[in-house]
């Protein structure tokens, strides 16, 4: 069984475009050892083309405003429950100071899907940030238009995270009324069309999802060679229609974590805070399986609780008072190194063309 895993493995990690069976092969090891082989191998394949180092990223969650009416997450708008804000552009510029502060050179701006956003108002944000700070600037705020996406690449922001939660058409359908699977795949062509690094991602536990689409899932990362890639569980939430529903198995995301991995070799990938809150072990085992990116949450405490996304959050996070000494004894527990970089893309040039037609 070893050497089927092995040479399943090597097949998967050399194809130009790996074979959905051998992917759900590996997707459905069960046992511990077999597991260990599988996140060995993404261990050494991170170590080949990512190193060491664990990347720092800044999330500052400035709104929870939504439009959209997905039925797994509490930021829907049909939870009236949830006491909706908007940070002031002075907040968001005080915490990215206190993000600065803290030597992390990437910012995640993120904010559920909201319409009524003004995109000038964000551009001044932007501007403001890369006025004041060296850092990389994410947005991670939904489907936009294209003259939207300009604006904001035009304003400094660097990179955009949109996941797909599902390469399947009829899961994500189903999952997504009033929205268009369509309209999602344009807006990440867009946006690599206008020259920022995208990041997308998908959920493990929704319904209707097998090894099979999961599968498929990591061929649409490797079709599309994403800058960065999360991967995370779902996590019911008792506001939300699916509520009830079990939660996503967190062995099978590491399972899928180490297989993107391994089939897109330099993307950077994050150990998520989704995948964090069923404990630190399974963060601990996502940067044992091919993870190389620490997500830090800045969000300030008044609000904080108010991004309720999925119930039980375990965040991680810097404050004023706390030294590095923690943070770098705890990844030399884990045999790497805290990496203070930007972080940009390890892509090749050629896959990182910008067409200027489009800026």
Known sequence: MNKQITD????????????????????????????????????????KHCGKGILLRGIIEFSN?????????GLSFHNHSLSRYQLSKNEILDTVDRLHHQKIRTVILQSGEDPQMDPDWLADV????????????????????LETYRCWKKA???RYLLKIETASRSIYDSLHPGM??????????????????????????LIGQTTATIARDIQFFKKMDFDMIAIGPFIPHSKT??????????????????????????????????????GNDLKNQGFLAG??????????????KDYDIYPGRKYTYLDENDSSSSLHAWADSLNRIIDYSIGNSL????????????I
Request: proline residues 6%; hydrophobic residues 35%.
């Open 8 to 47: 399943t493995l090597n097949r998967v990690h050399n194809a130009l475009m790996p074979k959905t069976a051998d992917l759900t092969f590996l997707l459905s090891l069960k046992t511990k050892e077999e597991q260990q082989i599988l996140f060995r191998f993404a261990d050494q394949v991170r170590q």
């Open 65 to 73: 405003r939504c439009a959209n009416p997905c039925p797994y997450c």
């Open 126 to 145: 932007i501007r403001s940030i890369r006025a004041r700070f060296e850092m990389a600037i994410t947005l991670s705020v939904g489907e936009k238009s």
């Open 156 to 158: 400094g922001a660097d």
């Open 180 to 205: 268009n699977f369509s309209k999602r795949i344009l807006c990440l062509k867009n946006l690599t069309k206008l020259g920022y690094q995208v990041g997308c991602g998908n959920m493990i536990g």
């Open 241 to 278: 229609p699916h509520g009830q529903e079990k939660p996503g198995d967190p062995e099978l995301v590491l399972r899928t974590l180490a297989l993107t991995r391994i089939v897109t070799k330099n993307s950077h990938l994050p150990s998520t805070t989704a995948l964090a809150s069923f």
């Open 291 to 304: 993870a190389n990116v620490l997500m830090l949450n800045f969000t300030p405490p008044s609000v904080l």
């Open 347 to 358: 892509k090749s040039a050629t896959t990182q063309t910008v067409n200027q037609q489009y």
